[in-house]
């Protein structure tokens, strides 16, 4: 594909604040000292160097001062798109925990919300509109290594969920989705 290029495959590929942007390869405070020097990181993070377990106790503190799963299901959506190594660190450190604010029954919540609460595109859209041109489309796409593809209708409220669900990566996503 031509866009493939769009998509940078590790920290050496980029720097600075697109690496912090990137939520495939940001660790956010995890960055060591060294790698803030060789990725020119170096004053766009505060000084501290955290582990990924005391990043994970201070998402544990956010979360618990929110008043709704809503709200916890927020904040863990705008982790994801900032941190995907935490998030996933943080959701499989406890998926009892987390499987109900992810899934059922919160996101029963988030979809008669979404128009609400949707913050940015993670994923495709492909409508009606569309008839002739998928391809095209599809093409729009800024990953060349596409392994796994989840498709609904959205017709029936357990396309719903599918939808959302993908739209969260899941674990075997994230894994095998790109390389």
Same mark, same amino acid.
């Given at each position: 594909m031509a866009n493939a290029s769009r998509?940078? $495959? $590790? @920290?050496? &590929?980029? $720097?600075?604040?697109? *690496? *912090?942007?990137d939520p495939h390869l940001n660790k956010g405070t995890a960055f060591t000292a060294t790698e803030r020097e060789r990725y020119g990181l170096v004053g766009l993070l505060p000084d501290t160097v955290?582990?990924? &377990?005391?990043?994970?106790?201070? /998402?544990?503190?956010? *979360?618990a001062a929110k008043d709704s799963d809503l709200e916890r299901y927020i904040y863990l959506i705008e982790l994801l798109y900032r941190n995907e190594t935490l998030f996933y660190k943080m959701v499989m450190a406890d998926p009892m925990r987390f499987l109900p604010i992810l899934y059922d029954p919160?996101?029963?919540?988030?979809?008669l919300k979404f128009g609400h609460i949707y913050r940015r595109a993670r994923g495709m859209y492909v409508s009606l509109t569309h008839k002739g041109r998928?391809?095209? /489309? *599809?093409?729009?796409? @800024?990953?060349? &290594?596409v392994r796994f593809i989840c498709a609904a209708t959205v017709e029936r409220p357990a396309d719903v969920r599918a939808w959302i669900e993908g739209m969260l990566y899941t674990p075997a996503y994230a894994e095998l989705g790109t390389a």
């Open positions: 998509i940078k $495959s $590790s @920290p050496a &590929d980029i $720097s600075g604040v697109a *690496l *912090l942007n955290e582990t990924l &377990d005391r990043q994970v106790e201070r /998402v544990q503190t956010h *979360l919160t996101v029963g919540e988030v979809c998928v391809a095209e /489309v *599809l093409r729009a796409w @800024p990953v060349e &290594d």
